[in-house]
C-alpha cells in the first residue's frame, strides 16, 4: 500500500483510530473499562456495517435505493448507539454508561469533522459556487 493511500485510509478512520488509541486511557487511568468496551465495539461495529453499507448503496443505479440503504443504516445505527449507552449503563454503573457516552461523543465529533472536510462538491451549473 502506498504512503498516500495509507494517509488517507488513516483519516478516513480517524474516529475508529482515536476509539481504539483510548483504550490506554482508560486502562491506565483507572476510567471504566465496561463502558469503553461496550462503546468501543458498538463504534467500530457500526461503523464498518456503514460503510459496508455505504459501498451497497453506491453500486446501486437506483437513487431512492441509494436513499433508501443510506437512511436505513443512519437510524440503525444512532439505535445501536444509545442502545450501547444504555447497556453500557444498566450492565456496570452511571460511571460506565457515562464513560461510553463521552467515547461515543468524541468518536462522531471526529468522523463528523473528517466527513465535512472530506467531501467534495461538485461546481454549480452556471459556474457560481
Known amino acids: 500500500m502506498t504512503a498516500p493511500r495509507q494517509l488517507d485510509l488513516l483519516v478516513r478512520y480517524l474516529d475508529v483510530t482515536v476509539v481504539l488509541a483510548a483504550a490506554p486511557v482508560f486502562v491506565l487511568g483507572d476510567l471504566p473499562l465496561t463502558g469503553y468496551l461496550i462503546a468501543a465495539v458498538a463504534w467500530v461495529g457500526t461503523r464498518y456495517v456503514a460503510a459496508l453499507a455505504q459501498r451497497r448503496a453506491m453500486a446501486s443505479a437506483n437513487p431512492g435505493r441509494q436513499a433508501a440503504i443510506l437512511l436505513a ?38 468522523q463528523l469533522l473528517v466527513s465535512i472536510s472530506l467531501r467534495t462538491y461538485a461546481p454549480r451549473p452556471g459556474g457560481s459556487p
Open 73 to 110: 443504516t443512519m437510524m440503525a445505527r444512532v439505535f445501536v448507539i444509545v442502545a450501547a449507552i444504555l447497556i453500557a449503563r444498566f450492565a456496570g454503573n452511571t460511571d460506565d454508561g457515562i464513560a461510553a457516552a463521552a467515547l461515543m461523543l468524541v468518536a462522531f465529533t471526529v
